[in-house]
């Protein structure tokens, strides 16, 4: 069984299946890619791991700050009777923390013969695109490919959180995702981004993964892509399409079309 939509699906985005989702769609680009660019270049996952915190107004149910899956450490047992005859106040505000671990993924295409880093494709995660430390860290490592030689393209299959690029936000697209290609030009002082927007009711593009000249460029379906992980994955028997569309709201646009469209998916946002 297929997903319902036709293009993203928005219930891949849930705290509880995305990480296996990130982790699944960087390796089927670079086993789709290697079909297709060996044995001159060969592509391959880049994983990063960060550390990072995030303090929560109310306790409720366990949080994921992004990827991977973090064992929240027992409850303290609650303090023994002070030493001295001072009496103890109760906090006043309590907040919980979940810390650990995020795995963040990209998919790297080199040269073969001299392990030249040729083309980036980052594959946006919500440590990426949340304000703070994650988005500015994000935005530094996307200077730095635009200041060098390497092909950027860029996938964001999430719609919360702050778009990264200028480019994309100046003025903002409506739209629930993006995908972007920024070539390098040699000689050229400008860089020029290729933008495809697609709604939730759209197919998403198929991209060009740009090599160096004179390679033609090599073209990736996200759709066949997300297809084939969403048939191994058993995201047809895992995902609720009862339970309610994973936040953020949808757009008015996408959940009129989600209610006449898909009248048996949930189109209010937990």
Avoid: C
């Amino acid at each position: 069984m297929a997903s319902p939509f036709p293009g993203m699906d928005p219930y891949l985005e849930d705290s509880g299946i995305w990480p296996g989702f990130h982790h699944r769609l960087a390796d089927e680009l670079a086993d789709r890619l290697n079909t297709h660019i060996g044995p001159k270049y060969y592509a391959d996952v880049e994983v990063h791991t960060v550390f990072e915190e995030i303090t929560i107004a109310a306790p409720s149910r366990a949080r994921y700050p992004d990827v991977g899956v973090y064992a929240r450490a027992p409850e303290e047992p609650a303090p023994g009777p002070a030493a001295t005859a001072v009496a103890v106040s109760e906090a006043p505000v309590k907040r919980e923390i979940v810390a650990g671990q995020t795995k963040l993924r990209a998919v790297h295409v080199y040269l073969t013969e001299t392990d030249e880093l040729v083309t980036s494709i980052e594959l946006l995660s919500p440590y990426n695109k949340r304000s703070g430390d994650g988005l500015e860290e994000y935005r530094r490592k996307r200077s730095e490919h635009l200041l060098s030689s390497v092909h950027l393209v860029e996938i964001d299959l999430l719609r919360g959180g702050t778009r990264p690029g200028r480019e994309v936000n100046e003025p903002p697209l409506d739209t629930d995702y993006v995908m972007l290609v920024n070539r390098y030009w040699r000689g050229r002082n400008i860089r020029i981004s290729e933008i495809w927007p697609a709604a939730l009711n759209e197919a998403l593009p198929g991209l060009p993964v740009p090599l160096l000249p004179p390679d033609p460029d090599v073209a990736v379906s996200l759709n066949a892509a997300i297809e084939a992980i969403y048939g191994r994955a058993g995201y047809d028997w895992r995902i609720d399409y009862q339970h309610p569309v994973p936040p953020p709201e949808l757009r008015p646009k996408m959940a009129t079309w989600l209610q006449e469209e898909l009248p048996d998916v949930t189109t209010t946002a937990g």
